[in-house]
């Protein structure tokens, strides 16, 4: 070949290749953020110690209240033995007050606690034993109505969902699980994370007041018995 055709060829791919160029860096700079992303990600699925940045505030008889039947005795669905909550209720009970429209419960609800701004946590082990389902064991109450509640955990069938659903984790009779939920009050947002992964992020709902509550509390299609048992209770707040 000779030596012009040579340099032309050479010109025209050099030319090609900076036509081009600004294509390529555009491709390779979108595949780096998206493998940065994909392995943080992958890193983020291991477990992790949502309490790293909160401090724990004390917590005992003072700071709860149990909710159960107003027309019955406390230790006719609750019980606290050898640092173990059991809350029970049947689907024929009596809400919590004689004037409540709402379904039968029996909850452990932690008013002393009560928290409009900030970043707070729940942390407690729950189990839930083989039958119960149709049922809430664990809420943030408070929220803008016609709602009352910022997050429920529910069960249904042997799975744990938020509200009806998505659920976020099946198999879970006879168990014990870590919960974890952190509520971010001022960027409105709730994160869940069952035996230190994370579960759920979702919005907040509004709400001046919140309250961590958690036991049993009847919901659609609720069974006739209802039991959750809870254990190492916490109430946390992040450090400023």
Not at 164 to 191: C, E, M, S, T
Request: charged letters at 20%; glycine letters at 6%; a positive charge.
């Amino acid at each position: 070949m000779p030596r012009s055709s040579i340099m032309k060829t050479i010109i025209n791919v050099r030319l090609s290749y900076k036509k081009m160029a600004p294509s390529l860096t555009k491709l390779t700079c979108f595949c780096l953020t998206f493998l940065q992303v994909t392995v943080c990600q992958t890193f983020a699925l291991g477990p992790v110690d949502p309490t790293k940045g909160f401090i724990p505030l004390p917590l005992n008889r003072t700071y709860y209240h149990i909710q159960r039947p107003y027309d019955l005795l406390e230790d006719q669905r609750y019980s606290f033995i050898n640092g173990l909550h059991r809350c029970w209720v049947y689907s024929t009970d009596k809400p919590h007050t004689p004037t409540s429209q709402t379904k039968p419960r029996t909850e452990i609800a932690i008013q002393g606690y009560n928290y409009s701004s900030s970043v707070w946590q729940f942390e407690g082990h729950w189990y839930v034993p083989q039958g119960t389902s149709g049922v809430c064991i664990m809420q943030v109450f408070g929220a803008t109505a016609p709602r009352a509640t910022t997050l429920m955990l529910r069960v249904y069938n042997g799975s744990l969902s938020y509200y009806r659903g998505p659920v976020l984790v099946q198999d879970i009779y006879d168990k014990w699980f870590k919960l974890n939920v952190i509520h971010d009050v001022d960027a409105a947002k709730v994160k869940v994370y069952i035996d230190g992964y994370l579960k759920l992020e979702a919005d907040g709902r509004g709400g001046t007041s919140h309250t961590f509550k958690c036991g049993v509390y009847a919901q659609n299609d609720d069974s006739y018995y209802m039991e959750s048992r809870w254990k190492s209770i916490k109430v946390l707040k992040k450090c400023n």
